[in-house]
């Protein structure tokens, strides 16, 4: 690099004497003709100054021999210094040096940083951009030529986060940056010492861990999918029998999913008939018998049943199912699968079919329009219910509690289960389910509904035991079992027990969750 830089600074050197040597050429030509108008160094100066910059006054001009040759090299190299200013000129256009002169005028905005261009990328940049009228799109990376350009305002500047943030200077709000790509936190050199800067980082994993460190946050896209699925295809109480084919990342969410939301009643028996390998799920999630009847179907409680063999031998479980979700983490096998049933099987139910490739009359879910928003990655609506969940909880017990802050994320994770049940309990409190989908008005009507219901001891228990069912059901799942005193070290609550066992106080740290649409009603949270 210092070799390179001593080469420029020669050449400059030797440019400058030439043009020097060549000014003083032209003065010692032209100053002893009598016709000569250039008769001073100043005169030769102005002359090769107005001949260079192409303006050409007209009021000095060389009369003899040497001074027209020289007069020529001016000439020639005017072509060449304006042609180096166009291309100079273009290069900056074309290049990221404007991109990068308007990004700094736009400081007070929103930034949304992405480290890659992709299609996940691009799809929630674009559902960023719907939301927020300030959001302002980067992507780390040099436009490619076969690249189509995005249908919103977006910058591609090859330019590192610590840049961004240096660009920014603390104005407005944090930037925001997103690696798309799987487990791309660990391998891209965009993400080095991201904790140490003043941004919120949201990183795209397949590991089941939430958070890093203070501002690093992690989503999964079969979670999420997951989330999307069961919040837009509620549970129906007339469903009994639900087909689960495929038990890959997609296949697992959808079942935790099911596990942790779908509670509508203290006396549903739903069975999930599972096709696919879940040795490695059974043995990581040991207490699920405890709330499940496991391997075979029950009349009383929900039932989990893991198939070893292909799915295509059940006829009678097809064709009973109410519903079948085929979710496949391979889309075109799910997509072979669905034209197999739909060919041989007699249905009475329906079929969801995970596709990320739209087609009429097919009932898919999980495309990148539905998982990919600001409010899947970010979780914001979410996350705000869970921290109003918290600070409900704390105020209805008499002793002392965590803040939101203080916080393990696994209890924070309880706190967003919670939050996540809330269509069901607004479907259940309004006794309507078509309802796939609300507002703070019908948050407030439901709450309404169950202020009015509450009264009634038969009802409010009837609430309170639905909730610690939906309760027991998250602790159970991650391996949590009754013990005499709280210990999360050996994973033991002493109120995993069955809800007449618990004490009044107990029984009234369940009214929180419902206690919550009051709070939601406001017209501060969308789903």
Not at 50 to 75: E, N, R, S, W
Not at 93 to 111: A, C, D, H
Not at 140 to 148: A, I, S, Y
């Amino acid at each position: 690099m210092k070799r390179r830089s001593k080469i420029y600074l020669y050449m400059t050197v030797g440019l400058i004497l030439i043009y020097i040597g060549l000014v003083a050429l032209l003065y010692l030509s032209e100053y002893a003709d009598s016709n000569a108008t250039i008769r001073t160094l100043g005169d030769a100066f102005w002359y090769s100054l107005v001949t260079l910059t192409t303006v050409g006054y007209g009021d000095l001009t060389p009369v003899t021999p040497l001074g027209h040759a020289v007069g020529i090299v001016f000439l020639l190299l005017s072509a060449g210094i304006i042609m180096t200013l166009f291309g100079a000129v273009i290069s900056f256009v074309t290049s990221e040096g404007l991109p990068y002169i308007m990004l700094g005028f736009q400081r007070k905005k929103n930034w949304y940083y992405f480290a890659d261009y992709g299609p996940e990328a691009n799809t929630l940049a674009a559902n960023i951009y719907k939301e927020d009228p300030d959001a302002v799109i980067i992507y780390g990376e040099k436009k490619e030529e076969q690249m189509e350009f995005p249908d919103y305002p977006c910058l591609f500047l090859s330019i590192s986060p610590a840049r961004i943030v240096a660009c920014k200077k603390n104005k407005g709000t944090r930037c925001k940056i997103f690696l798309m790509k799987e487990n791309d936190i660990g391998v891209n050199s965009r993400a080095v010492d991201l904790h140490k800067l003043p941004v919120d980082v949201y990183a795209r994993t397949t590991n089941g861990q939430d958070h890093l460190s203070g501002n690093i946050n992690f989503f999964h896209s079969y979670d999420c999918c997951a989330r999307q699925y069961w919040r837009s295809r509620p549970l129906y109480s007339h469903e009994n029998t639900i087909v689960i084919i495929g038990f890959g990342h997609y296949g697992r969410c959808i079942l935790e999913r099911a596990i942790l939301t779908n509670i509508i009643s203290v006396n549903q028996h739903v069975a999930y008939h599972i096709f696919g390998n879940a040795k490695a799920f059974l043995a990581m999630h040991t207490h699920l018998s405890e709330m499940f009847s496991v391997g075979k179907e029950s009349e009383t409680t929900d039932s989990l049943i893991f198939h070893d063999e292909f799915w295509e031998a059940d006829h009678t479980i097809l064709s009973r199912a109410d519903r079948i979700i085929i979710c496949t983490d391979d889309e075109p096998e799910g997509w072979n699968i669905f034209w197999r049933l739909n060919k041989y099987y007699k249905l009475s139910g329906h079929i969801d079919l995970h596709s990320n490739r739209k087609a009429p009359g097919v009932s898919y879910f999980g495309t990148n329009e539905e998982i990919y928003t600001p409010n899947q990655i970010m979780r914001t609506s979410l996350n705000r219910a869970a921290i109003t969940i918290n600070e409900l909880f704390r105020k209805s017990v008499s002793y002392p509690t965590l803040s939101w802050e203080e916080l393990d994320d696994f209890h924070r994770e309880s706190k967003i289960a919670a939050a996540d049940h809330i269509l069901m309990k607004i479907r259940i409190l309004l006794k309507d389910e078509s309802i796939t989908d609300f507002d703070s008005g019908t948050i407030e009507k439901a709450y309404k509904e169950y202020c009015r219901t509450k009264a009634t001891e038969d009802i409010r228990d009837m609430y309170r035991r639905l909730d610690h069912m939906r309760w027991l059901r998250f602790y159970t799942f991650y391996n949590w079992s009754c013990g005499p005193v709280r210990n999360d070290a050996a994973r033991q609550h002493p109120m995993l027990c069955p809800y007449n066992r618990l004490t009044p106080e107990q029984k009234k740290e369940r009214d929180a969750s419902w206690e919550l649409l009051g709070q939601l009603g406001t017209g501060h949270f969308s789903p």
